[in-house]
């Protein structure tokens, strides 16, 4: 697994996981995330069981895996969060952010250990690090799930964007980053138009985070956003429609 | 756990398993479904790790456990398919059917033995047990799931729904069917409006459905509409609208 430090500062850095050569083929690959704070680590979906004992590894390079104090859980899926019972047992005071929708789901992975599972309202709520890093958990309902959140940090600017700007790469790109935007599309367009259920809501998250003016977009699956790329993003997005099927009844967006 | 025959036939039987009493209150409560087949069993979306012990157990009253040679998962949900690794373990040639969309992303459930996962076309397609008993994986895309299945038995006429027609129902609701429509639909329709994402959607799922003439319509929560609450639900189903936010925020399906 590779790792890197997207942003550093005397209170907290960003570090990115991914691109684990040893991941087998079946298994979705997904970019880990670690926000490193001296009061504590938070994990951004921190990951599927399949891959936990690497992130763990390869986290232990930026921090003990005991400072981990806090998991947020952009929505409910298998890739996101079933490493929950994992953590749990590692660090038994974890906090876990997820939408008040899924609560009583991801409690299925926890093994009656639901009580540090924290609802987030559908409105956003703001997520302490200790006493000095702030973050936000951003409405992106309906992208793809009906209770969704991106994570914003207002001092980097980067954005966690969940499966939003997702791109499934193949083996042969190695980049942790969007080096070529044009040929990037080609790996985001089927995820976004198949996996996305309403345009209207994609419409919805892309104003609100044009608005954070984000240093960085960082997908769950696929390659950051950085820089120029940002805004390529989601003008791209602000093209798109999506919720298509791949057979010939009418999708529902059109059909709408 | 309770739990009752729904059907029976030379050739199959439908089990209907649920109302844990001793369930914990923050998981939230989920009907498990066998079809069970002199040739082996089948068990539409087997639930999470939390209930497998209980679930287990209640089905050794139809079968023996080495008897389930298929689950269906309707989604990728942690309460759908969460005890996936567990079932792998006690039938190591049990075949998985879900939708294409989800193989990689179950796959994080499954621990290594991915193999016997099989896709479903977003067109569905039959699902045999044995000789003698063909269901089918109707299209239920965007409800909630983007890629999502209902599994219809053209015997008994029994339309497994996942979370379509779901209720979240309070403790002192222990019957495993609807007794009065009209009283029902409080705990369903919060959940419809929030959990679905696209109102053409559901259109679309209630015609496909509709034209099936179904004797039941199980969903995964809840309770079971029989007889001519089928007709009520689906009336019921076609009068909402969903995709709506619980905050002030335009929801998606009003914005578009």
């Known amino acids: 697994m590779r790792s890197e430090v997207l942003y550093e500062s005397p209170t907290h850095s960003w570090i990115v996981m991914g691109r684990d050569p040893d991941k087998r083929d079946e298994v979705i690959d997904t970019n880990e995330f670690a926000i490193v704070t001296p009061e504590g680590t938070l994990l951004p979906d921190p990951g599927g069981i399949e891959i936990f004992p690497r992130?763990?590894?390869e986290l232990t390079r930026?921090?003990?895996p005991e400072?981990?104090?806090a998991l947020f859980a952009s929505h409910q899926d298998p890739d996101i969060v079933s490493s929950l019972p994992m953590w749990l047992d590692l660090c038994p005071n974890v906090k876990t952010?997820?939408?008040w929708m899924w609560t009583g789901f991801i409690a299925h992975f926890a093994m009656?250990?639901?009580?540090?599972?924290i609802e987030i309202p559908d409105e956003g709520m703001p997520i302490n690090i200790g006493s000095r890093v702030r973050l936000n958990a951003v409405p992106a309902h309906y992208c793809h799930a009906s209770g969704n959140f991106s994570l914003f940090d207002p001092a980097s600017r980067i954005l966690f964007s969940g499966d939003v700007g997702a791109a499934l790469l193949p083996n042969?790109?190695?980049?942790?980053?969007v080096e070529d935007f044009d040929k990037h599309v080609r790996y985001m367009r089927g995820f976004h138009q198949r996996w996305m259920p309403s345009t209207a809501a994609l419409r919805s998250w892309s104003k609100r985070v044009r608005a954070l003016n984000c240093s960085m977009i960082c997908p769950q699956h696929g390659a950051i956003f950085r820089g120029e790329d940002v805004t390529r993003f989601l003008d791209w997005l602000d093209a798109l429609e999506v919720g298509r099927l791949t057979w010939d009844e009418a999708a529902p967006s059109k059909a709408a």
Chains 1, 2 share one sequence.
């Open 67 to 69: 400072d981990v104090v």
């Open 55 to 57: 992130v763990l590894s």
């Open 172 to 177: 042969s790109e190695t980049s942790l980053f």
């Open 62 to 64: 930026y921090c003990s």
């Open 97 to 99: 952010y997820v939408s």
């Open 112 to 117: 009656g250990r639901a009580a540090s599972i």
